[in-house]
């Protein structure tokens, strides 16, 4: 859409108004680093998530109970899986953009603009669905289903599901760096609009 | 053109242009998308909620029969709870892109206020998504290392009624992201061009 009615002095405004729209603030940069800083801790801390437990088991009433080590991974639970796989992908789309806008500091092209928020959108649907599943297998693991016979776990595991719960929170946070990221990034746009 | 701009009122903004014809093509796209939300949220609230399968179980004490039920677990009542939110706020979002569609000159502001909810109910349907993806794929597969057994082979109408709830949930996140590019694609085209 062509403008015609811009004198020298709007010209001027319009421009250092672009400039100012178009470059990366330090609020943004500060919420990408820390959103790439709070996924891959989340990411490491689920990633590397073990822990084993002697259990004592008892065949029979004679014998002496076996000590048996039972381990506990996080790769165990496809939901856990599923959140380490989101929380790096949303980790390196982070550091992707972070790069991104230091790269195109001064303007550049609004479309390009357009397709970080898209992604930034999708970085935050991916987020929030690993934070639901581990939420709920958690969940399940912390209180047990009796209609389904699924026995609660981390009354043993007693440290695995506070590192879970760590990861859990720390990812919320990421994801709530992205709701910002894009908030910021709309209300750049409603304000040149 | 110039009669639309003096009748925006007495004080001339410079920096309002003219709404463009094609605009309206966005406004009624923005409407569909609304209404397939919609569509989308009261599907998975009732696939979800019309799943419960009883089945007679046959156990050292006896048989009994024994029903499966979304209320049986946590992560599903919140896929009904959030989709049920997101059905309510798509038809208050339809009714007002609908009344902004006859206008011929919209205010930025409407975009601006339906991106920020729509980012807002999207995290919210897609963790109800992630959330009963995940006990649902527990239901279906077992868990050997925890001992949590599967339930898909007894309980088949129930699993295939969670499982098209989950996948339309999905399909409702899609759409709102779309409507979210749909938004911000009419923002940035009203941004003045040098």
Redesign the interface.
């Known amino acids: 859409m062509e403008r015609a009615n811009n004198g020298g002095l709007d010209g001027i405004m319009h421009k250092s108004k672009e400039k100012e729209g178009y470059a990366i603030g330090w609020l943004e940069l500060v919420l990408r680093f820390l959103a790439f800083l709070l996924t891959l801790i989340a990411a490491i801390l689920l990633g590397i998530d073990k822990q084993t437990k002697i259990v004592p088991i008892k065949i029979s009433t004679d014998l002496p109970a076996f000590n048996v080590p039972v381990t506990a991974k996080s790769s165990y639970v496809s939901a856990f899986v599923y959140f380490v796989v989101a929380n790096s992908i949303a980790c390196a789309f982070a550091a992707l953009s972070l790069a991104l806008a230091f790269m195109r500091k001064g303007g550049g092209k609004g479309i390009i603009r357009l397709i970080i928020i898209v992604v930034d959108l999708m970085m935050i649907a991916l987020l929030f669905s690993g934070i639901g599943a581990t939420g709920a297998v958690g969940l399940i693991g912390f209180k047990g289903n009796s209609h389904l016979m699924w026995n609660k776990v981390c009354n043993v595991y007693g440290k695995f599901c506070h590192q879970v719960m760590g990861s859990l929170a720390l990812s919320l946070f990421g994801a709530i760096a992205f709701v910002l990221l894009v908030s910021l990034s709309v209300s750049k746009l409603y304000n040149r609009a | 053109m110039s009669s639309m701009e003096t009748e925006k009122g007495a004080v001339p903004t ?1 920096q309002a ?1 003219p709404v ?1 014809p094609t605009d309206n093509k966005y406004r009624v796209v923005d409407v569909i998308l609304r209404v397939l939300l919609l569509a989308a949220s009261i599907a998975s609230v009732v696939l979800m909620v019309t799943s419960k399968q009883t089945e007679i179980i046959v156990s050292p004490l006896g048989s009994r029969p024994n029903a ?1 039920k979304f209320q ?4 599903f009542i ?1 896929l009904v709870a959030a989709l049920s939110v997101a059905g309510l706020y798509s038809i208050i979002t339809a009714l007002v892109s609908l009344s902004y569609m006859m206008k011929p000159i919209v205010a ?2 409407l ?2 206020i339906l ?2 909810h729509d ?2 109910l ?3 349907v ?10 649902g ?3 279906l ?1 077992g ?1 050997t ?5 599967k ?1 898909c082979n007894v309980y088949d109408k129930f699993c295939r009624h969670v499982g098209a709830s989950i996948i339309v949930s999905l399909f409702a ?1 899609v759409v709102l ?1 779309l409507l ?2 749909v938004n ?2 009419s ?8």
Not at chain 2, 126 to 135: F, I, M, N, Y
Not at chain 2, 145 to 149: D, F, K, L, P, S
Not at chain 2, 187 to 194: A, D, E, F, N, W
Request: aromatic fraction near 14%; charge should be positive.
């Open positions: 410079p242009p463009a499966a049986n677990s946590p992560a919140y930025p502001k975009f601006w991106l920020i980012v807002l999207l995290g919210i897609a963790a109800a998504t992630g959330t009963a993806g995940g006990v794929y527990i239901g597969k868990n290392h925890v001992r949590w057994g339930i996140a992201v979210v590019f911000a694609n923002l940035y085209r009203r941004i003045p061009k040098y």
